[in-house]
């Protein structure tokens, strides 16, 4: 039972403006703000009350945000943990040459161009998806480097020496088998926002019977046998 000396207590720390979580947080005690709110209902507040109150919710509703921000953050960052240890097996599966086959062919068919002369042309600009297309195209097949030919697709303000150089450590195809690089007209005096932007590398590879098997397990995968 709540002592008359408490519930004194409790009025006096209302009419100096202090909330109910803080009238609580105050007298170490637990009471329901319904019932806190029953025996305070008559009081006069001071003066600046309402502002203070706003304050007060704009504050912890600021907290609530960060508070949730936290627990996504959290959540996927457990989420993506979960993922990788589910899926990380995976990555051994393309050391089997059926496979690899498989997913270059679906990388190409995806961002290659089909182009029927004879040869395989790709490009992106995500250093990774280029990576791996070469990688897999040289495991899958005997390749002959000297058939690797380079174009980059950037924009106006970019060192075109650097991009080379960067792309060149990327694919490893000397900077001399690279052509002349295409610069997008609609860029000119307009600078590069992203930073890290590397253009586009297009990557030629001249062997009509490689563009020929990949083309038809294209077709083969499509219709599902």
């Given at each position: 039972m709540?002592?008359?000396?408490?519930?004194?207590?409790?009025?006096?720390?209302?009419k100096l403006g202090k909330t109910y979580t803080e009238i609580n947080g105050l007298l170490n005690v637990h009471i329901p703000k319904s019932t806190l709110s029953y025996w305070?209902?008559?009081?006069?507040?001071?003066?600046?009350?309402?502002?203070?109150?706003?304050?007060?919710?704009?504050y912890n509703l600021i907290?609530?945000?960060?508070?949730?921000?936290?627990?996504?953050?959290?959540?996927?960052?457990?989420?993506?943990?979960r993922i990788v240890q589910e899926n990380s097996h995976l990555a051994g599966n393309l050391k089997n040459k059926d496979i690899a086959k498989i997913v270059l062919t679906v990388l190409y068919m995806t961002e290659g161009t089909r182009n029927g002369n004879g040869s395989i042309t790709f490009g992106n600009s995500d250093p990774s998806i280029v990576g791996l297309f070469l990688n897999l195209l040289r495991f899958c097949?005997?390749?002959?480097?000297?058939?690797?030919?380079?174009?980059?697709?950037?924009?106006?303000?970019?060192?075109?020496?650097?991009?080379?150089?960067?792309?060149?450590?990327?694919?490893?195809?000397?900077?001399?088998?690279f052509y002349k690089a295409r610069i997008d007209p609609r860029t000119i005096n307009k600078p590069t926002k992203k930073?890290?932007?590397?253009?586009?590398?297009?990557?030629?590879?001249?062997?009509a019977k490689v563009y020929l098997e990949l083309v038809n397990i294209a077709k083969l995968i499509c219709m599902g046998r």
């Open positions: 709540i002592s008359q000396e408490l519930k004194e207590k409790i009025i006096n720390l209302r305070c209902n008559d009081l006069a507040l001071p003066l600046g009350y309402g502002r203070k109150v706003q304050e007060y919710n704009k907290k609530a945000r960060e508070a949730a921000l936290i627990s996504k953050r959290i959540y996927r960052e457990d989420n993506i943990k097949y005997i390749i002959d480097e000297s058939k690797f030919r380079c174009t980059l697709q950037c924009r106006a303000d970019q060192n075109i020496k650097e991009l080379e150089s960067f792309w060149s450590n990327i694919t490893g195809i000397f900077p001399d088998r930073k890290n932007y590397k253009g586009v590398c297009r990557i030629n590879y001249f062997s």
